[in-house]
């Protein structure tokens, strides 16, 4: 079953003179449960085409569908709702709020965006650490995390609220290699205990092979979509 | 809601110096202003009790017309013998009222048998004048303070007039009066005491007996110029004074057109003009206490703003509704004022009993060596504080609001 449906994708960003097309007619579809790559050089649209599956933007033209949902048409109000219920976003920098334990961290969506009760809050943040082995480092601030952890904890975030799909733009950029490993293979033991879509973006080409499927973007145009080596 | 808190508390935790900075500046406003408000309105409160206690009273009641010719004193516009129990049965059924005293006020000549100049009698019962203006006694400077100083053929001089003629105490003096028949007459005193002026330098009242009053003027009834009123609580004398327009039957058209006429000590003196122009400067001050809150929250809450716009992308796009945002800003903004009011109010009532305790002293009128006993009301703390609380939140709103309506996509790219 298809998780997101994509048709004829553009977006064409305008400054003052200069028109820049940073997707051209992209079609895709991805089921769910996948464990996908966008690839390709800088520039070549990856985190353009992140963004408009995120609903943090909208297409110039086409048509895009994520769990069903027809998100090209939702208010700014109604997709950061999406969001907050569909998707979950891993950052290449992180993001965590500086001020909030990775605990915090981790619980801020399900206060914020979800509005659980604090038990309920407690038993899925707990997990959600306990899945990304940061149990032991949940009091602590993300100033005194590495890296790694810190994207661990970001990952805990993305999947506390129990989306349909995880969104992680260049995850790895700001990691060491043996870090990197240890995140994609992270993000698919998560993909596979709870059946989560999970769409990466990267030009590191030394974690490629860890996605099972890999499309490959360039000059904004979908070259095609393949199987990995994951 | 709670939650909002802790991370709003936390993020200001975050910038600790520009935290303390604005809180202090905050606090140090309504510091300024509780402290200004305090001492202001002791020195205002003394100044008007000195003037209501010692010859003004709290409220006056004359004939219509009076007041408005009070300059020439008029005997023809005296209270009608038969007006006066009336007004003293309804001064009496009101329980707000301490004390009245009657009063015949009149133009004379003052000699002391070699000069003559013109004097303004008062002529009082001394037992009800001087319950009616407690602070009367403490302006005898020389001679005696009781109301023996005012028994029948006995004079308070006012003391210019005493240093003008060389009277003193002991002395013989004559009081010379036309009354409204055109007659003349007079009568001999003796100067039982020296009358320092309640304001200063100046003032021509002397003080006799009422029956001595009468006596020199030939009345045959009981004619009054003027009531003077003391009331128990001079902040209610506005209440009072309707409690007695009321009680005497007053209507608009009475009030204006003639009978009886009401008069709070505000109408009466120049002071409350002083008065207003302190609470003026008051206000004044706690809108200079408004700006000081409204620019550096202002400022903070935009460096704030500024410096976590990629903060704001993430939250935005892990799918915070764009109120939320807003809310975590304001709430910033208000826990900022809240502290600062807080801070504020403590040092604030602190240093007030610092100067209660330190006792500073200071001169009005005649009266030095006056201790300073500023005192705040509890109602302007509530004022200064919830006035620097609310804007705090607005001057928060449009940082806020800018956060709130950020596109999540261009905050996530701002470096």
């Known amino acids: 079953m298809s998780l997101i449906v994509a048709k004829s994708l553009s977006k064409t960003y305008a400054t003052d003179s200069v028109e820049v097309k940073a997707l051209q007619e992209v079609s895709f579809d991805i089921e769910a449960g996948s464990f996908l790559a966008f690839i390709g050089p800088s520039g070549s649209g990856k985190t353009t085409l992140l963004n408009l599956v995120g609903c943090l933007d909208k297409p110039t033209s086409g048509e895009l569908q994520v769990a069903g949902m027809d998100v090209v048409t939702l208010s700014r109000r109604q997709a950061a709702e999406f969001r907050g219920q569909n998707i979950g976003f891993i950052f290449q920098s992180f993001n965590l709020i500086a001020v909030l334990t990775a605990f915090e961290n981790v619980e801020y969506p399900l206060v914020m965006v979800q509005e659980l009760r604090p038990a309920e809050r407690r038993d899925r943040v707990l997990k959600a650490l306990k899945a990304v082995g940061m149990l032991e480092q949940k009091n602590q601030m993300p100033e005194q995390l590495s890296g790694g952890q810190k994207q661990r904890v970001a990952i805990a975030r993305a999947l506390v609220t129990q989306p349909k799909l995880v969104l992680a733009d260049e995850p790895t950029a700001n990691l060491d290699h043996e870090t990197a490993y240890m995140i994609l293979r992270l993000m698919k033991q998560m993909r596979d205990n709870f059946g989560i879509t999970f769409i990466f973006s990267t030009h590191d080409t030394r974690i490629i092979g860890e996605a099972e499927i890999v499309c490959t973007l360039e000059d904004g145009k979908l070259l095609r979509c393949e199987a990995g080596n994951g | 809601m709670g939650n909002i808190f ?176 055109g007659s003349v007459n007079g009568k001999t005193f003796l100067v039982s005491g020296i009358l320092e002026s309640a304001t200063g330098p100046g003032g021509r009242d002397g003080y006799i007996h009422f029956d001595d009053a009468r006596e020199i003027l030939r009345m045959s009834g009981k004619e009054v110029s003027e009531i003077v009123v003391r009331v128990k609580s001079l902040p209610q004398v506005e209440e009072v004074a309707q409690s007695v327009r009321v009680g005497l039957g007053l209507g608009e058209k009475k009030q204006k057109g003639g009978g009886i006429e009401v008069h709070t000590w505000s109408q009466l003196s120049p002071f409350a003009n002083i008065a207003n122009m302190i609470d003026i400067m008051t206000f004044f001050i706690k809108l200079m206490l408004i700006a000081i809150v409204l620019i550096s929250i202002l400022n903070v809450m935009i460096m704030a703003v500024y410096e976590r716009v990629r903060e704001i992308g993430t939250i935005a796009a892990i799918g915070t509704l764009p109120r939320k945002i807003l809310s975590l800003f304001l709430v910033e903004g208000f826990c900022l004022g809240l502290t600062g009011a807080v801070v504020g109010v403590l040092v604030g009532l602190g240093v007030i009993l610092g100067l209660n305790i330190s006792k500073i002293t200071f001169n009005f009128g005649q009266a030095t060596g006056l201790i300073l006993a500023p005192t705040i009301a509890p109602l302007e703390v509530v004022t200064a504080s919830l006035m620097v609380i609310v804007v705090s939140v607005l001057a928060s709103l449009q940082p806020a609001f800018k956060a709130s309506r950020m596109e999540p996509i261009d905050a996530l790219r701002h470096v």
């Open chain 2, 6 to 181: 802790k991370i709003a508390l936390r993020n200001l935790r975050r910038y600790k110096r520009r935290s303390a900075l604005t809180i202090s500046l905050i606090a140090f406003g309504v510091l300024f202003v509780l402290v200004f408000v305090a001492v202001t309105a002791s020195i205002k409160d003394f100044m008007i009790a000195q003037i209501t206690d010692s010859y003004l009273g709290a409220l006056q009641i004359h004939r219509g017309g009076y007041v408005a010719s009070i300059e020439s004193l008029p005997l023809n516009l005296n209270l009608a013998p038969a007006a006066v129990p009336q007004i003293e049965k309804t001064l009496a059924g009101i329980r707000e009222i301490e004390a009245y005293s009657e009063r015949i006020k009149f133009g004379a000549l003052f000699s002391n048998f070699t000069e003559t100049t013109n004097i303004r009698i008062n002529g009082v019962y001394p037992e009800k004048e001087f319950a009616a203006l407690p602070q009367m006694l403490s302006r005898i400077s020389e001679g005696e303070k009781s109301v023996r100083a005012l028994e029948k053929g006995k004079m308070l001089v006012p003391k210019l007039l005493a240093q003008g003629f060389g009277a003193k105490v002991g002395d013989t003096v004559v009081v010379v009066a036309t009354n409204k028949d």
